[in-house]
């Protein structure tokens, strides 16, 4: 166990209201094996709790798998208009959620339920943020544990904010985190990069993912290198630096290869060199300059989504109500 917490810490409720966030896509062979066991676990550690299904657009019968649980107070089911993403799925279930701590974790039971016990335990003892971070990725392949590692080598260049490796979406949040993440306006969402960005006193917890209940992840290598972008450019210039070090470095070169063109022809009387030179140069320069437009193309398009100020996210329907907004009423 990694922390950061120190023990000036003001008292906290040992049973603290709870909302659990889930968004889910297409998991209706999940969620009627997880939500009872999610269910039971919340009301054995406090009396007002509520867990937040966010359907994403789901296409199969997710719905109907949520129905039996919406008849008493514990669960509620929020519907968006469409697929949106899971970065913006678990922002309405953060806009919803209502307890004064609130737990993210996926819908297909590779989050172990009784971890909660640990981080409720943590935000006790002064945690703002609990953390859950894979202790192995040895049931990846060498390609996504390789394109991990650049990933979080290249955000975490910038030294002010650091986000922690293999931490997930799997966390403890207190109420004055949930707050500071509603008020980021950021349309391009990338939480993982917000998490660590608004700060607090974070702890990281161990744990290894169970295997995926039922069906096979959503998450394509695509979206994978998708979110992974959106992280790069909304949490890093390093790839404008970058290429700005080598137009530099070649614009150097290429003096530096006048000169000695030059030179060679007043001191040895070498002719200049011919069109096979000049071609490959040509197209050696027009990629580079191509690839430079490229990246510079990805933030203004990111500046582009966020001038347009469209919603994170639509609701298309809600049903359920959760025992924290029961038990204030």
Same mark, same amino acid.
């Given at each position: 166990?990694?922390?950061?917490?120190?023990?000036?810490?003001?008292?906290?409720?040992?049973?603290?209201?709870?909302?659990?966030?889930?968004?889910?896509?297409?998991?209706?062979?999940?969620?009627? #094996? $997880?939500?009872?066991?999610?269910?039971? *676990?919340?009301?054995? &550690?406090? %009396? !007002?709790?509520?867990?937040?299904? /966010?359907?994403?657009?789901?296409?199969?019968?997710?719905?109907?798998?949520?129905?039996?649980?919406?008849?008493?107070?514990?669960?509620?089911?929020?519907?968006?208009?469409?697929?949106?993403?899971?970065?913006?799925?678990?922002?309405?279930?953060?806009?919803?959620?209502?307890?004064?701590?609130? #737990? $993210?974790?996926?819908?297909?039971?590779? *989050?172990?339920?009784? &971890?909660? %016990? !640990?981080?409720?335990?943590?935000? /006790?003892?002064?945690?703002?943020?609990?953390?859950?971070?894979?202790?192995?990725?040895?049931?990846?392949?060498?390609?996504?544990?390789?394109?991990?590692?650049?990933?979080?080598?290249?955000?975490?260049?910038?030294?002010?904010?650091?986000?922690?490796?293999?931490?997930?979406?799997?966390?403890?949040?207190?109420?004055?985190?949930?707050?500071?993440?509603?008020?980021?306006p950021e349309r391009n969402r990338f939480m993982k990069g917000l998490y660590?960005?608004?700060?607090?006193?974070?702890?990281?917890?161990?744990?290894?993912?169970?295997?995926?209940?039922?069906?096979?992840?959503?998450?394509?290598?695509?979206?994978?290198?998708?979110?992974?972008?959106?992280?790069?450019?909304?949490?890093?210039?390093?790839?404008?630096?970058?290429?700005?070090?080598?137009?530099?470095?070649?614009?150097?070169?290429?003096?530096?290869?006048?000169?000695?063109?030059?030179?060679?022809?007043?001191?040895?009387?070498?002719?200049?060199?011919?069109?096979?030179?000049?071609?490959?140069?040509?197209?050696?320069?027009?990629?580079?300059?191509?690839?430079?437009?490229?990246?510079?193309?990805?933030?203004?398009?990111?500046?582009?989504?966020?001038?347009?100020?469209?919603?994170?996210?639509?609701?298309?329907?809600?049903?359920?109500?959760?025992?924290?907004?029961?038990?204030?009423?």
């Amino acid at each position: 166990m990694r922390s950061t917490v120190d023990s000036s810490v003001p008292t906290r409720p040992t049973r603290p209201a709870i909302s659990c966030v889930m968004p889910a896509y297409n998991e209706a062979a999940n969620l009627p #094996v $997880l939500l009872p066991q999610l269910s039971a *676990h919340l009301a054995g &550690l406090t %009396d !007002r709790w509520e867990v937040v299904v /966010v359907d994403d657009g789901s296409t199969d019968g997710t719905a109907l798998a949520v129905a039996p649980f919406l008849t008493t107070p514990g669960v509620r089911y929020v519907r968006l208009s469409r697929n949106f993403g899971k970065e913006q799925a678990l922002t309405a279930g953060i806009d919803l959620a209502r307890g004064e701590v609130v #737990v $993210l974790m996926d819908s297909d039971l590779q *989050h172990p339920v009784d &971890l909660i %016990d !640990r981080m409720v335990q943590a935000w /006790v003892g002064g945690a703002d943020m609990v953390c859950a971070a894979r202790a192995s990725r040895a049931d990846e392949t060498w390609a996504k544990r390789l394109g991990t590692w650049a990933f979080y080598r290249l955000v975490n260049t910038k030294h002010s904010v650091h986000i922690p490796v293999d931490a997930g979406d799997f966390r403890l949040m207190d109420r004055r985190v949930v707050d500071a993440l509603k008020s980021l306006p950021e349309r391009n969402r990338f939480m993982k990069g917000l998490y660590a960005w608004v700060g607090f006193r974070t702890e990281i917890i161990d744990y290894t993912p169970a295997e995926r209940h039922a069906g096979t992840s959503s998450f394509s290598m695509r979206s994978l290198v998708r979110l992974a972008l959106t992280g790069v450019t909304a949490f890093s210039n390093v790839p404008l630096r970058l290429w700005s070090a080598l137009g530099a470095l070649i614009a150097f070169g290429g003096m530096g290869f006048g000169l000695l063109v030059i030179a060679q022809h007043f001191i040895y009387g070498h002719d200049v060199p011919g069109w096979a030179t000049l071609v490959c140069s040509l197209m050696f320069f027009s990629g580079v300059q191509l690839l430079s437009i490229g990246i510079l193309g990805e933030y203004v398009g990111r500046i582009f989504d966020e001038v347009k100020r469209r919603p994170i996210y639509l609701v298309a329907s809600e049903a359920g109500q959760g025992l924290v907004e029961a038990d204030a009423r």
